[in-house]
Antibody
Framework: QVELRESGPGLVKPSETLSLTCTVS?????????WDWIRQPPGKGLEWIGG???????HSNPSLRSRVTLSVDTSKNQFSLNLSSVTAADTAVYYC????????????WGQGTLVTVSS | SYVLTQPPSVSVAPGKTARITCGGD??????VHWYQQKPGQAPILLIY???DRPSGIPARFSGSNSGNTATLTISRVEAGDEADYYC???????????FGGGTKLTVL
């Protein structure tokens, strides 16, 4: 079955760039779907960040678009998120997920990784 | 932008039926998806396309969508159903996913 796992630093300094990678097993990410990022601040709800499909096409939350960079490495079956100029408001659990473009739902999700923005 | 409104909390006794609503302008024109998130865990897909269940999701979970309200119904509620539930749609106007604020289900 398809499994996703996030990895990256758990602590990022304000104004720096948050970088996360999602490793996919059980499916080749070059074969279809969008591969997306969703975050959840502590004690709060879910916020869609954006995703990448067909290796080069991206879509993202308008509120974050200017700070978001999405990429894929098909040789490693990984996709990545860079979020620049972070502040404390970017502290959250970050999830990666497969996005079914036919109906626009997310399944499955990775386990999530907590990223704290602090000096 | 499009807004989804969920009640912050719903309480139900074991064995009863819980209904969690998701309100949005003409939401019946959109496909609504539902997720369950237990404490400390990632969300899992419960319902897609308003009322379809992924394999492995019990038939106790069902969904409907009409007018300005989509509803997740949980029949014969169990203690293990205690979780946060989120609805989600795609806003085609701005190519953007939107989540409701989430509903905490408490089993009394």
């Amino acid at each position: 079955q398809v499994e996703l796992r996030e990895s990256g630093p758990g602590l990022v300094k304000p104004s720096e760039t948050l970088s996360l990678t999602c490793t996919v097993s059980g499916y080749s990410i070059s074969s279809g779907y969008s591969w997306d990022w969703i975050r959840q601040p502590p004690g709060k709800g879910l916020e869609w960040i954006g995703g990448i499909y067909q290796s080069v096409n991206t879509h993202s939350n308008p509120s974050l678009r200017s700070r978001v960079t999405l990429s894929v490495d098909t040789s490693k079956n990984q996709f990545s998120l860079n979020l620049s100029s972070v502040t404390a408001a970017d502290t959250a659990v970050y999830y990666c997920a497969r996005h079914f473009l036919t109906g626009n739902w997310f399944d499955p999700w990775g386990q999530g990784t907590l990223v704290t923005v602090s000096s | 932008s499009y807004v989804l409104t969920q009640p912050p909390s719903v309480s139900v006794a074991p064995g009863k039926t819980a209904r969690i609503t998701c309100g949005g302008d003409s939401i019946e024109d959109k496909s609504v998806h539902w997720y369950q998130q237990k404490p400390g865990q990632a969300p899992i897909l419960l319902i897609y396309y308003d009322s379809d269940r992924p394999s492995g999701i019990p038939a106790r979970f069902s969904g409907s969508n009409s007018g300005n309200t989509a509803t997740l119904t949980i029949s014969r509620v169990e203690a293990g159903d205690e979780a946060d539930y989120y609805c989600q749609v795609w806003d085609n106007n701005i190519d953007h996913s939107i989540f409701g604020g989430g509903t905490k289900l408490t089993v009394l």
